[in-house]
């Protein structure tokens, strides 16, 4: 299996930005695929931004396209969520998972990060 570590949470300013980071370990990372979800209090879980193992697609959530932007580096075993112009209602837990599918349902991916907060105050 893949351990998954996030990082880069924290409190923003709406406007403002963040780069969350998901470190993995072992030498197969590339052979998965990646995505990042978030969960507000009260909340399901939603599916956020997905990107295929070569890095080659990506997809977004239509509430955070143009803003959020997923990328990869497998040298470094490390997936990446820019978020930009953030707002109040993007705050929530965000975690990163892998899976063996480019997809948008949680259920259909394996692994799971613990998960990073990320508060945007107005």
């Known amino acids: 299996q893949v351990q998954l570590v996030e990082s880069g949470g924290g409190l923003v300013q709406a406007g403002g930005s963040l780069r969350l980071s998901c470190a993995a370990s072992g030498r197969t990372f590339s052979s998965y695929a990646m995505g990042w979800f978030r969960q507000a209090p009260g909340k399901e879980r939603e599916f956020v931004a997905a990107i295929t193992r070569s890095g080659g697609s990506t997809t977004y959530a239509d509430s955070v396209k143009g803003r959020f932007t997923i990328s990869r580096d497998n040298a470094k075993n490390t997936v990446y969520l820019q978020m930009n112009s953030l707002k109040p209602e993007d705050t929530a837990v965000y975690s990163c998972?892998?899976?063996?599918?480019?997809?948008?349902?949680?259920?259909?991916?394996?692994?799971w990060g613990q998960g990073t907060q990320v508060t945007v105050s107005s």
């Open positions: 998972a892998a899976g063996s599918l480019f997809h948008t349902l949680a259920n259909l991916y394996a692994y």
